[in-house]
């Protein structure tokens, strides 16, 4: 964050926590989508597939799984492996958050791990600091405890575009994603076995986005799932 931003934000600061708390009483809350969180799908070499995060993952914004990220996923990756698919994901959650259900969940080997976290760990106000200490941990988890030797961490969205977030608020929350991404992006380039996947513009249409103006919709998701199916097969190609 530069001198000018700090500045900017400490100037806004009552106006930003009066926004957020109108955004949280007045965006409706749009339940998790209907559907099995577990599953196996498709034929050939077996793949064992994590989705961990929060809403996005969770697939908020869409009607069942099926049209959610998870449910995407699997279908994308069924004409190449044989998909044995966890969806671990709950509206809400922080870095932490997952940190700690993975620590309560019981140990299993996965060889891929897409992971959705970040907007919340925004809205909560997480320094930066606390938020690539706590990513590198949750990294290391999913390596140590799960066997992940594929490790994908989606990308925070663009909340600048977030049709919900009014002025200024949706200008900083999307600054600080922009602060959390780099840093996201710097912590998959220096361990391997991990990478990172932005959530782009030209991903996340704002037209297409779920009503509530926050989660992504179905054809984000599609999207989203077809690029994160992408590197999933490249890297099992590489690796064997």
């Given at each position: 964050?530069?001198?000018r931003?700090?500045?900017?934000?400490?100037?806004?600061?009552?106006?930003?926590?009066?926004?957020?708390?109108?955004v949280?009483?007045?965006?409706?809350?749009?339940?998790?989508?209907?559907g099995?969180?577990?599953?196996?799908?498709?034929s050939?070499?077996?793949?064992?597939l994590?989705?961990?995060?929060?809403?996005?993952?969770?697939?908020?914004?869409?009607?069942?799984?099926?049209?959610?990220?998870a449910?995407?996923l699997?279908?994308?990756?069924?004409?190449?492996f044989?998909?044995?698919w966890?969806l671990?994901a709950?509206t809400g959650?922080?870095t932490?958050?997952?940190?700690?259900?993975?620590?309560?969940?019981?140990?299993?080997?996965?060889?891929?791990?897409?992971?959705?976290?970040?907007?919340?760990?925004v809205?909560?106000r997480r320094?930066?600091?606390?938020w690539?200490r706590q990513?590198?941990?949750?990294?290391e988890?999913?390596?140590?405890?799960?066997g992940a030797r594929?490790?994908l961490?989606s990308?925070l969205?663009p909340?600048?575009?977030?049709?919900?977030?009014?002025?200024?608020?949706r200008w900083?929350?999307?600054?600080?994603a922009?602060?959390?991404n780099?840093?996201?992006?710097?912590?998959?380039g220096?361990?391997?076995?991990?990478?990172?996947l932005a959530?782009?513009?030209?991903?996340m249409?704002?037209?297409?986005?779920a009503?509530?103006g926050?989660h992504?919709?179905?054809t984000?998701y599609?999207?989203?799932?077809?690029?994160?199916?992408?590197?999933?097969?490249q890297?099992?190609e590489?690796?064997t």
């Open positions: 964050m530069t001198l931003h700090a500045l900017a934000t400490a100037a806004l600061a009552p106006l930003l926590l009066a926004q957020g708390r109108r949280r009483r007045t965006v409706p809350e749009l339940p998790e989508p209907t099995a969180r577990c599953g196996v799908l498709g050939g070499p077996p793949l064992r994590l989705i961990a995060g929060d809403s996005a993952a969770a697939g908020v914004g869409a009607r069942t799984q099926d049209e959610a990220l449910g995407r699997a279908v994308a990756l069924a004409p190449t044989r998909v044995q966890t671990l709950f959650a922080t932490a958050d997952m940190l700690k259900r993975l620590q309560q969940t019981p140990a299993e080997t996965f060889d891929v791990v897409v992971t959705s976290l970040g907007v919340n760990d809205t909560g320094s930066l600091a606390e690539r990513q590198g941990e949750l990294i988890l999913l390596a140590g405890r799960f594929h490790v961490l990308g969205p909340m600048h575009r977030f049709p919900a977030l009014p002025q200024p608020l900083y929350v999307g600054s600080r922009r602060d959390f780099r840093i996201l992006a710097d912590l998959a220096k361990r391997a076995g991990c990478e990172f959530l782009g513009h030209e991903m249409d704002v037209s297409a986005m009503s509530d926050f992504p919709g179905p984000i599609a999207l989203w799932a077809r690029e994160a199916a992408r590197r999933i097969t890297e099992q590489r690796s």
